[in-house]
């Protein structure tokens, strides 16, 4: 298994079984290293903006002390939301490779299909990893007594 997608399902799991949110962890990283990780923590934090991405890109930037991660890759256990997907941009990441696809996160719950659909040309380079792996993590949230948002 690839090891910054088994750190960012770390993270997801971690924040499932708190009951933080969904199962979105992420993690940024820079020459070979994690300088960033979050999860999704909207229902801990009643803030519909805490996504994982967004939560490891801040992380990443205030331990560099630089809102400029150029050079930096996403790790994510799904396709960024087209906040993230901002955020991505706005922070200059270049690569994201993401577990679970856009159809994957429907089929749990998820409401995001009608943003995702606005937004097929990225002009970041998206690739497939770990989708086996992400998708047990969706099947552990799936199967929790859950609040959907």
Known sequence: MNE????????AYDGI???DG???GAV???N????GRGHNCVL???DPTHHGEIAAIRDACAKLGTHDLSGC?????AEPCPMCLGAVMWANIETVYYGCTTADTAKIGFRDEKFYNTLRSRGISMN???RDACLELFGEYASRDREIY
Do not use: H, Q, S
């Open 28 to 30: 940024v990283v820079r």
């Open 17 to 19: 079984r708190n009951g």
């Open 4 to 11: 910054f997608m088994k750190a960012a399902l770390d993270e």
């Open 44 to 46: 801990k934090c009643g």
């Open 22 to 24: 969904g199962p979105f």
């Open 32 to 35: 070979g290293e994690i300088i």
């Open 73 to 77: 890759e996403l790790y994510t256990t």
């Open 128 to 130: 497939c990893c770990e």
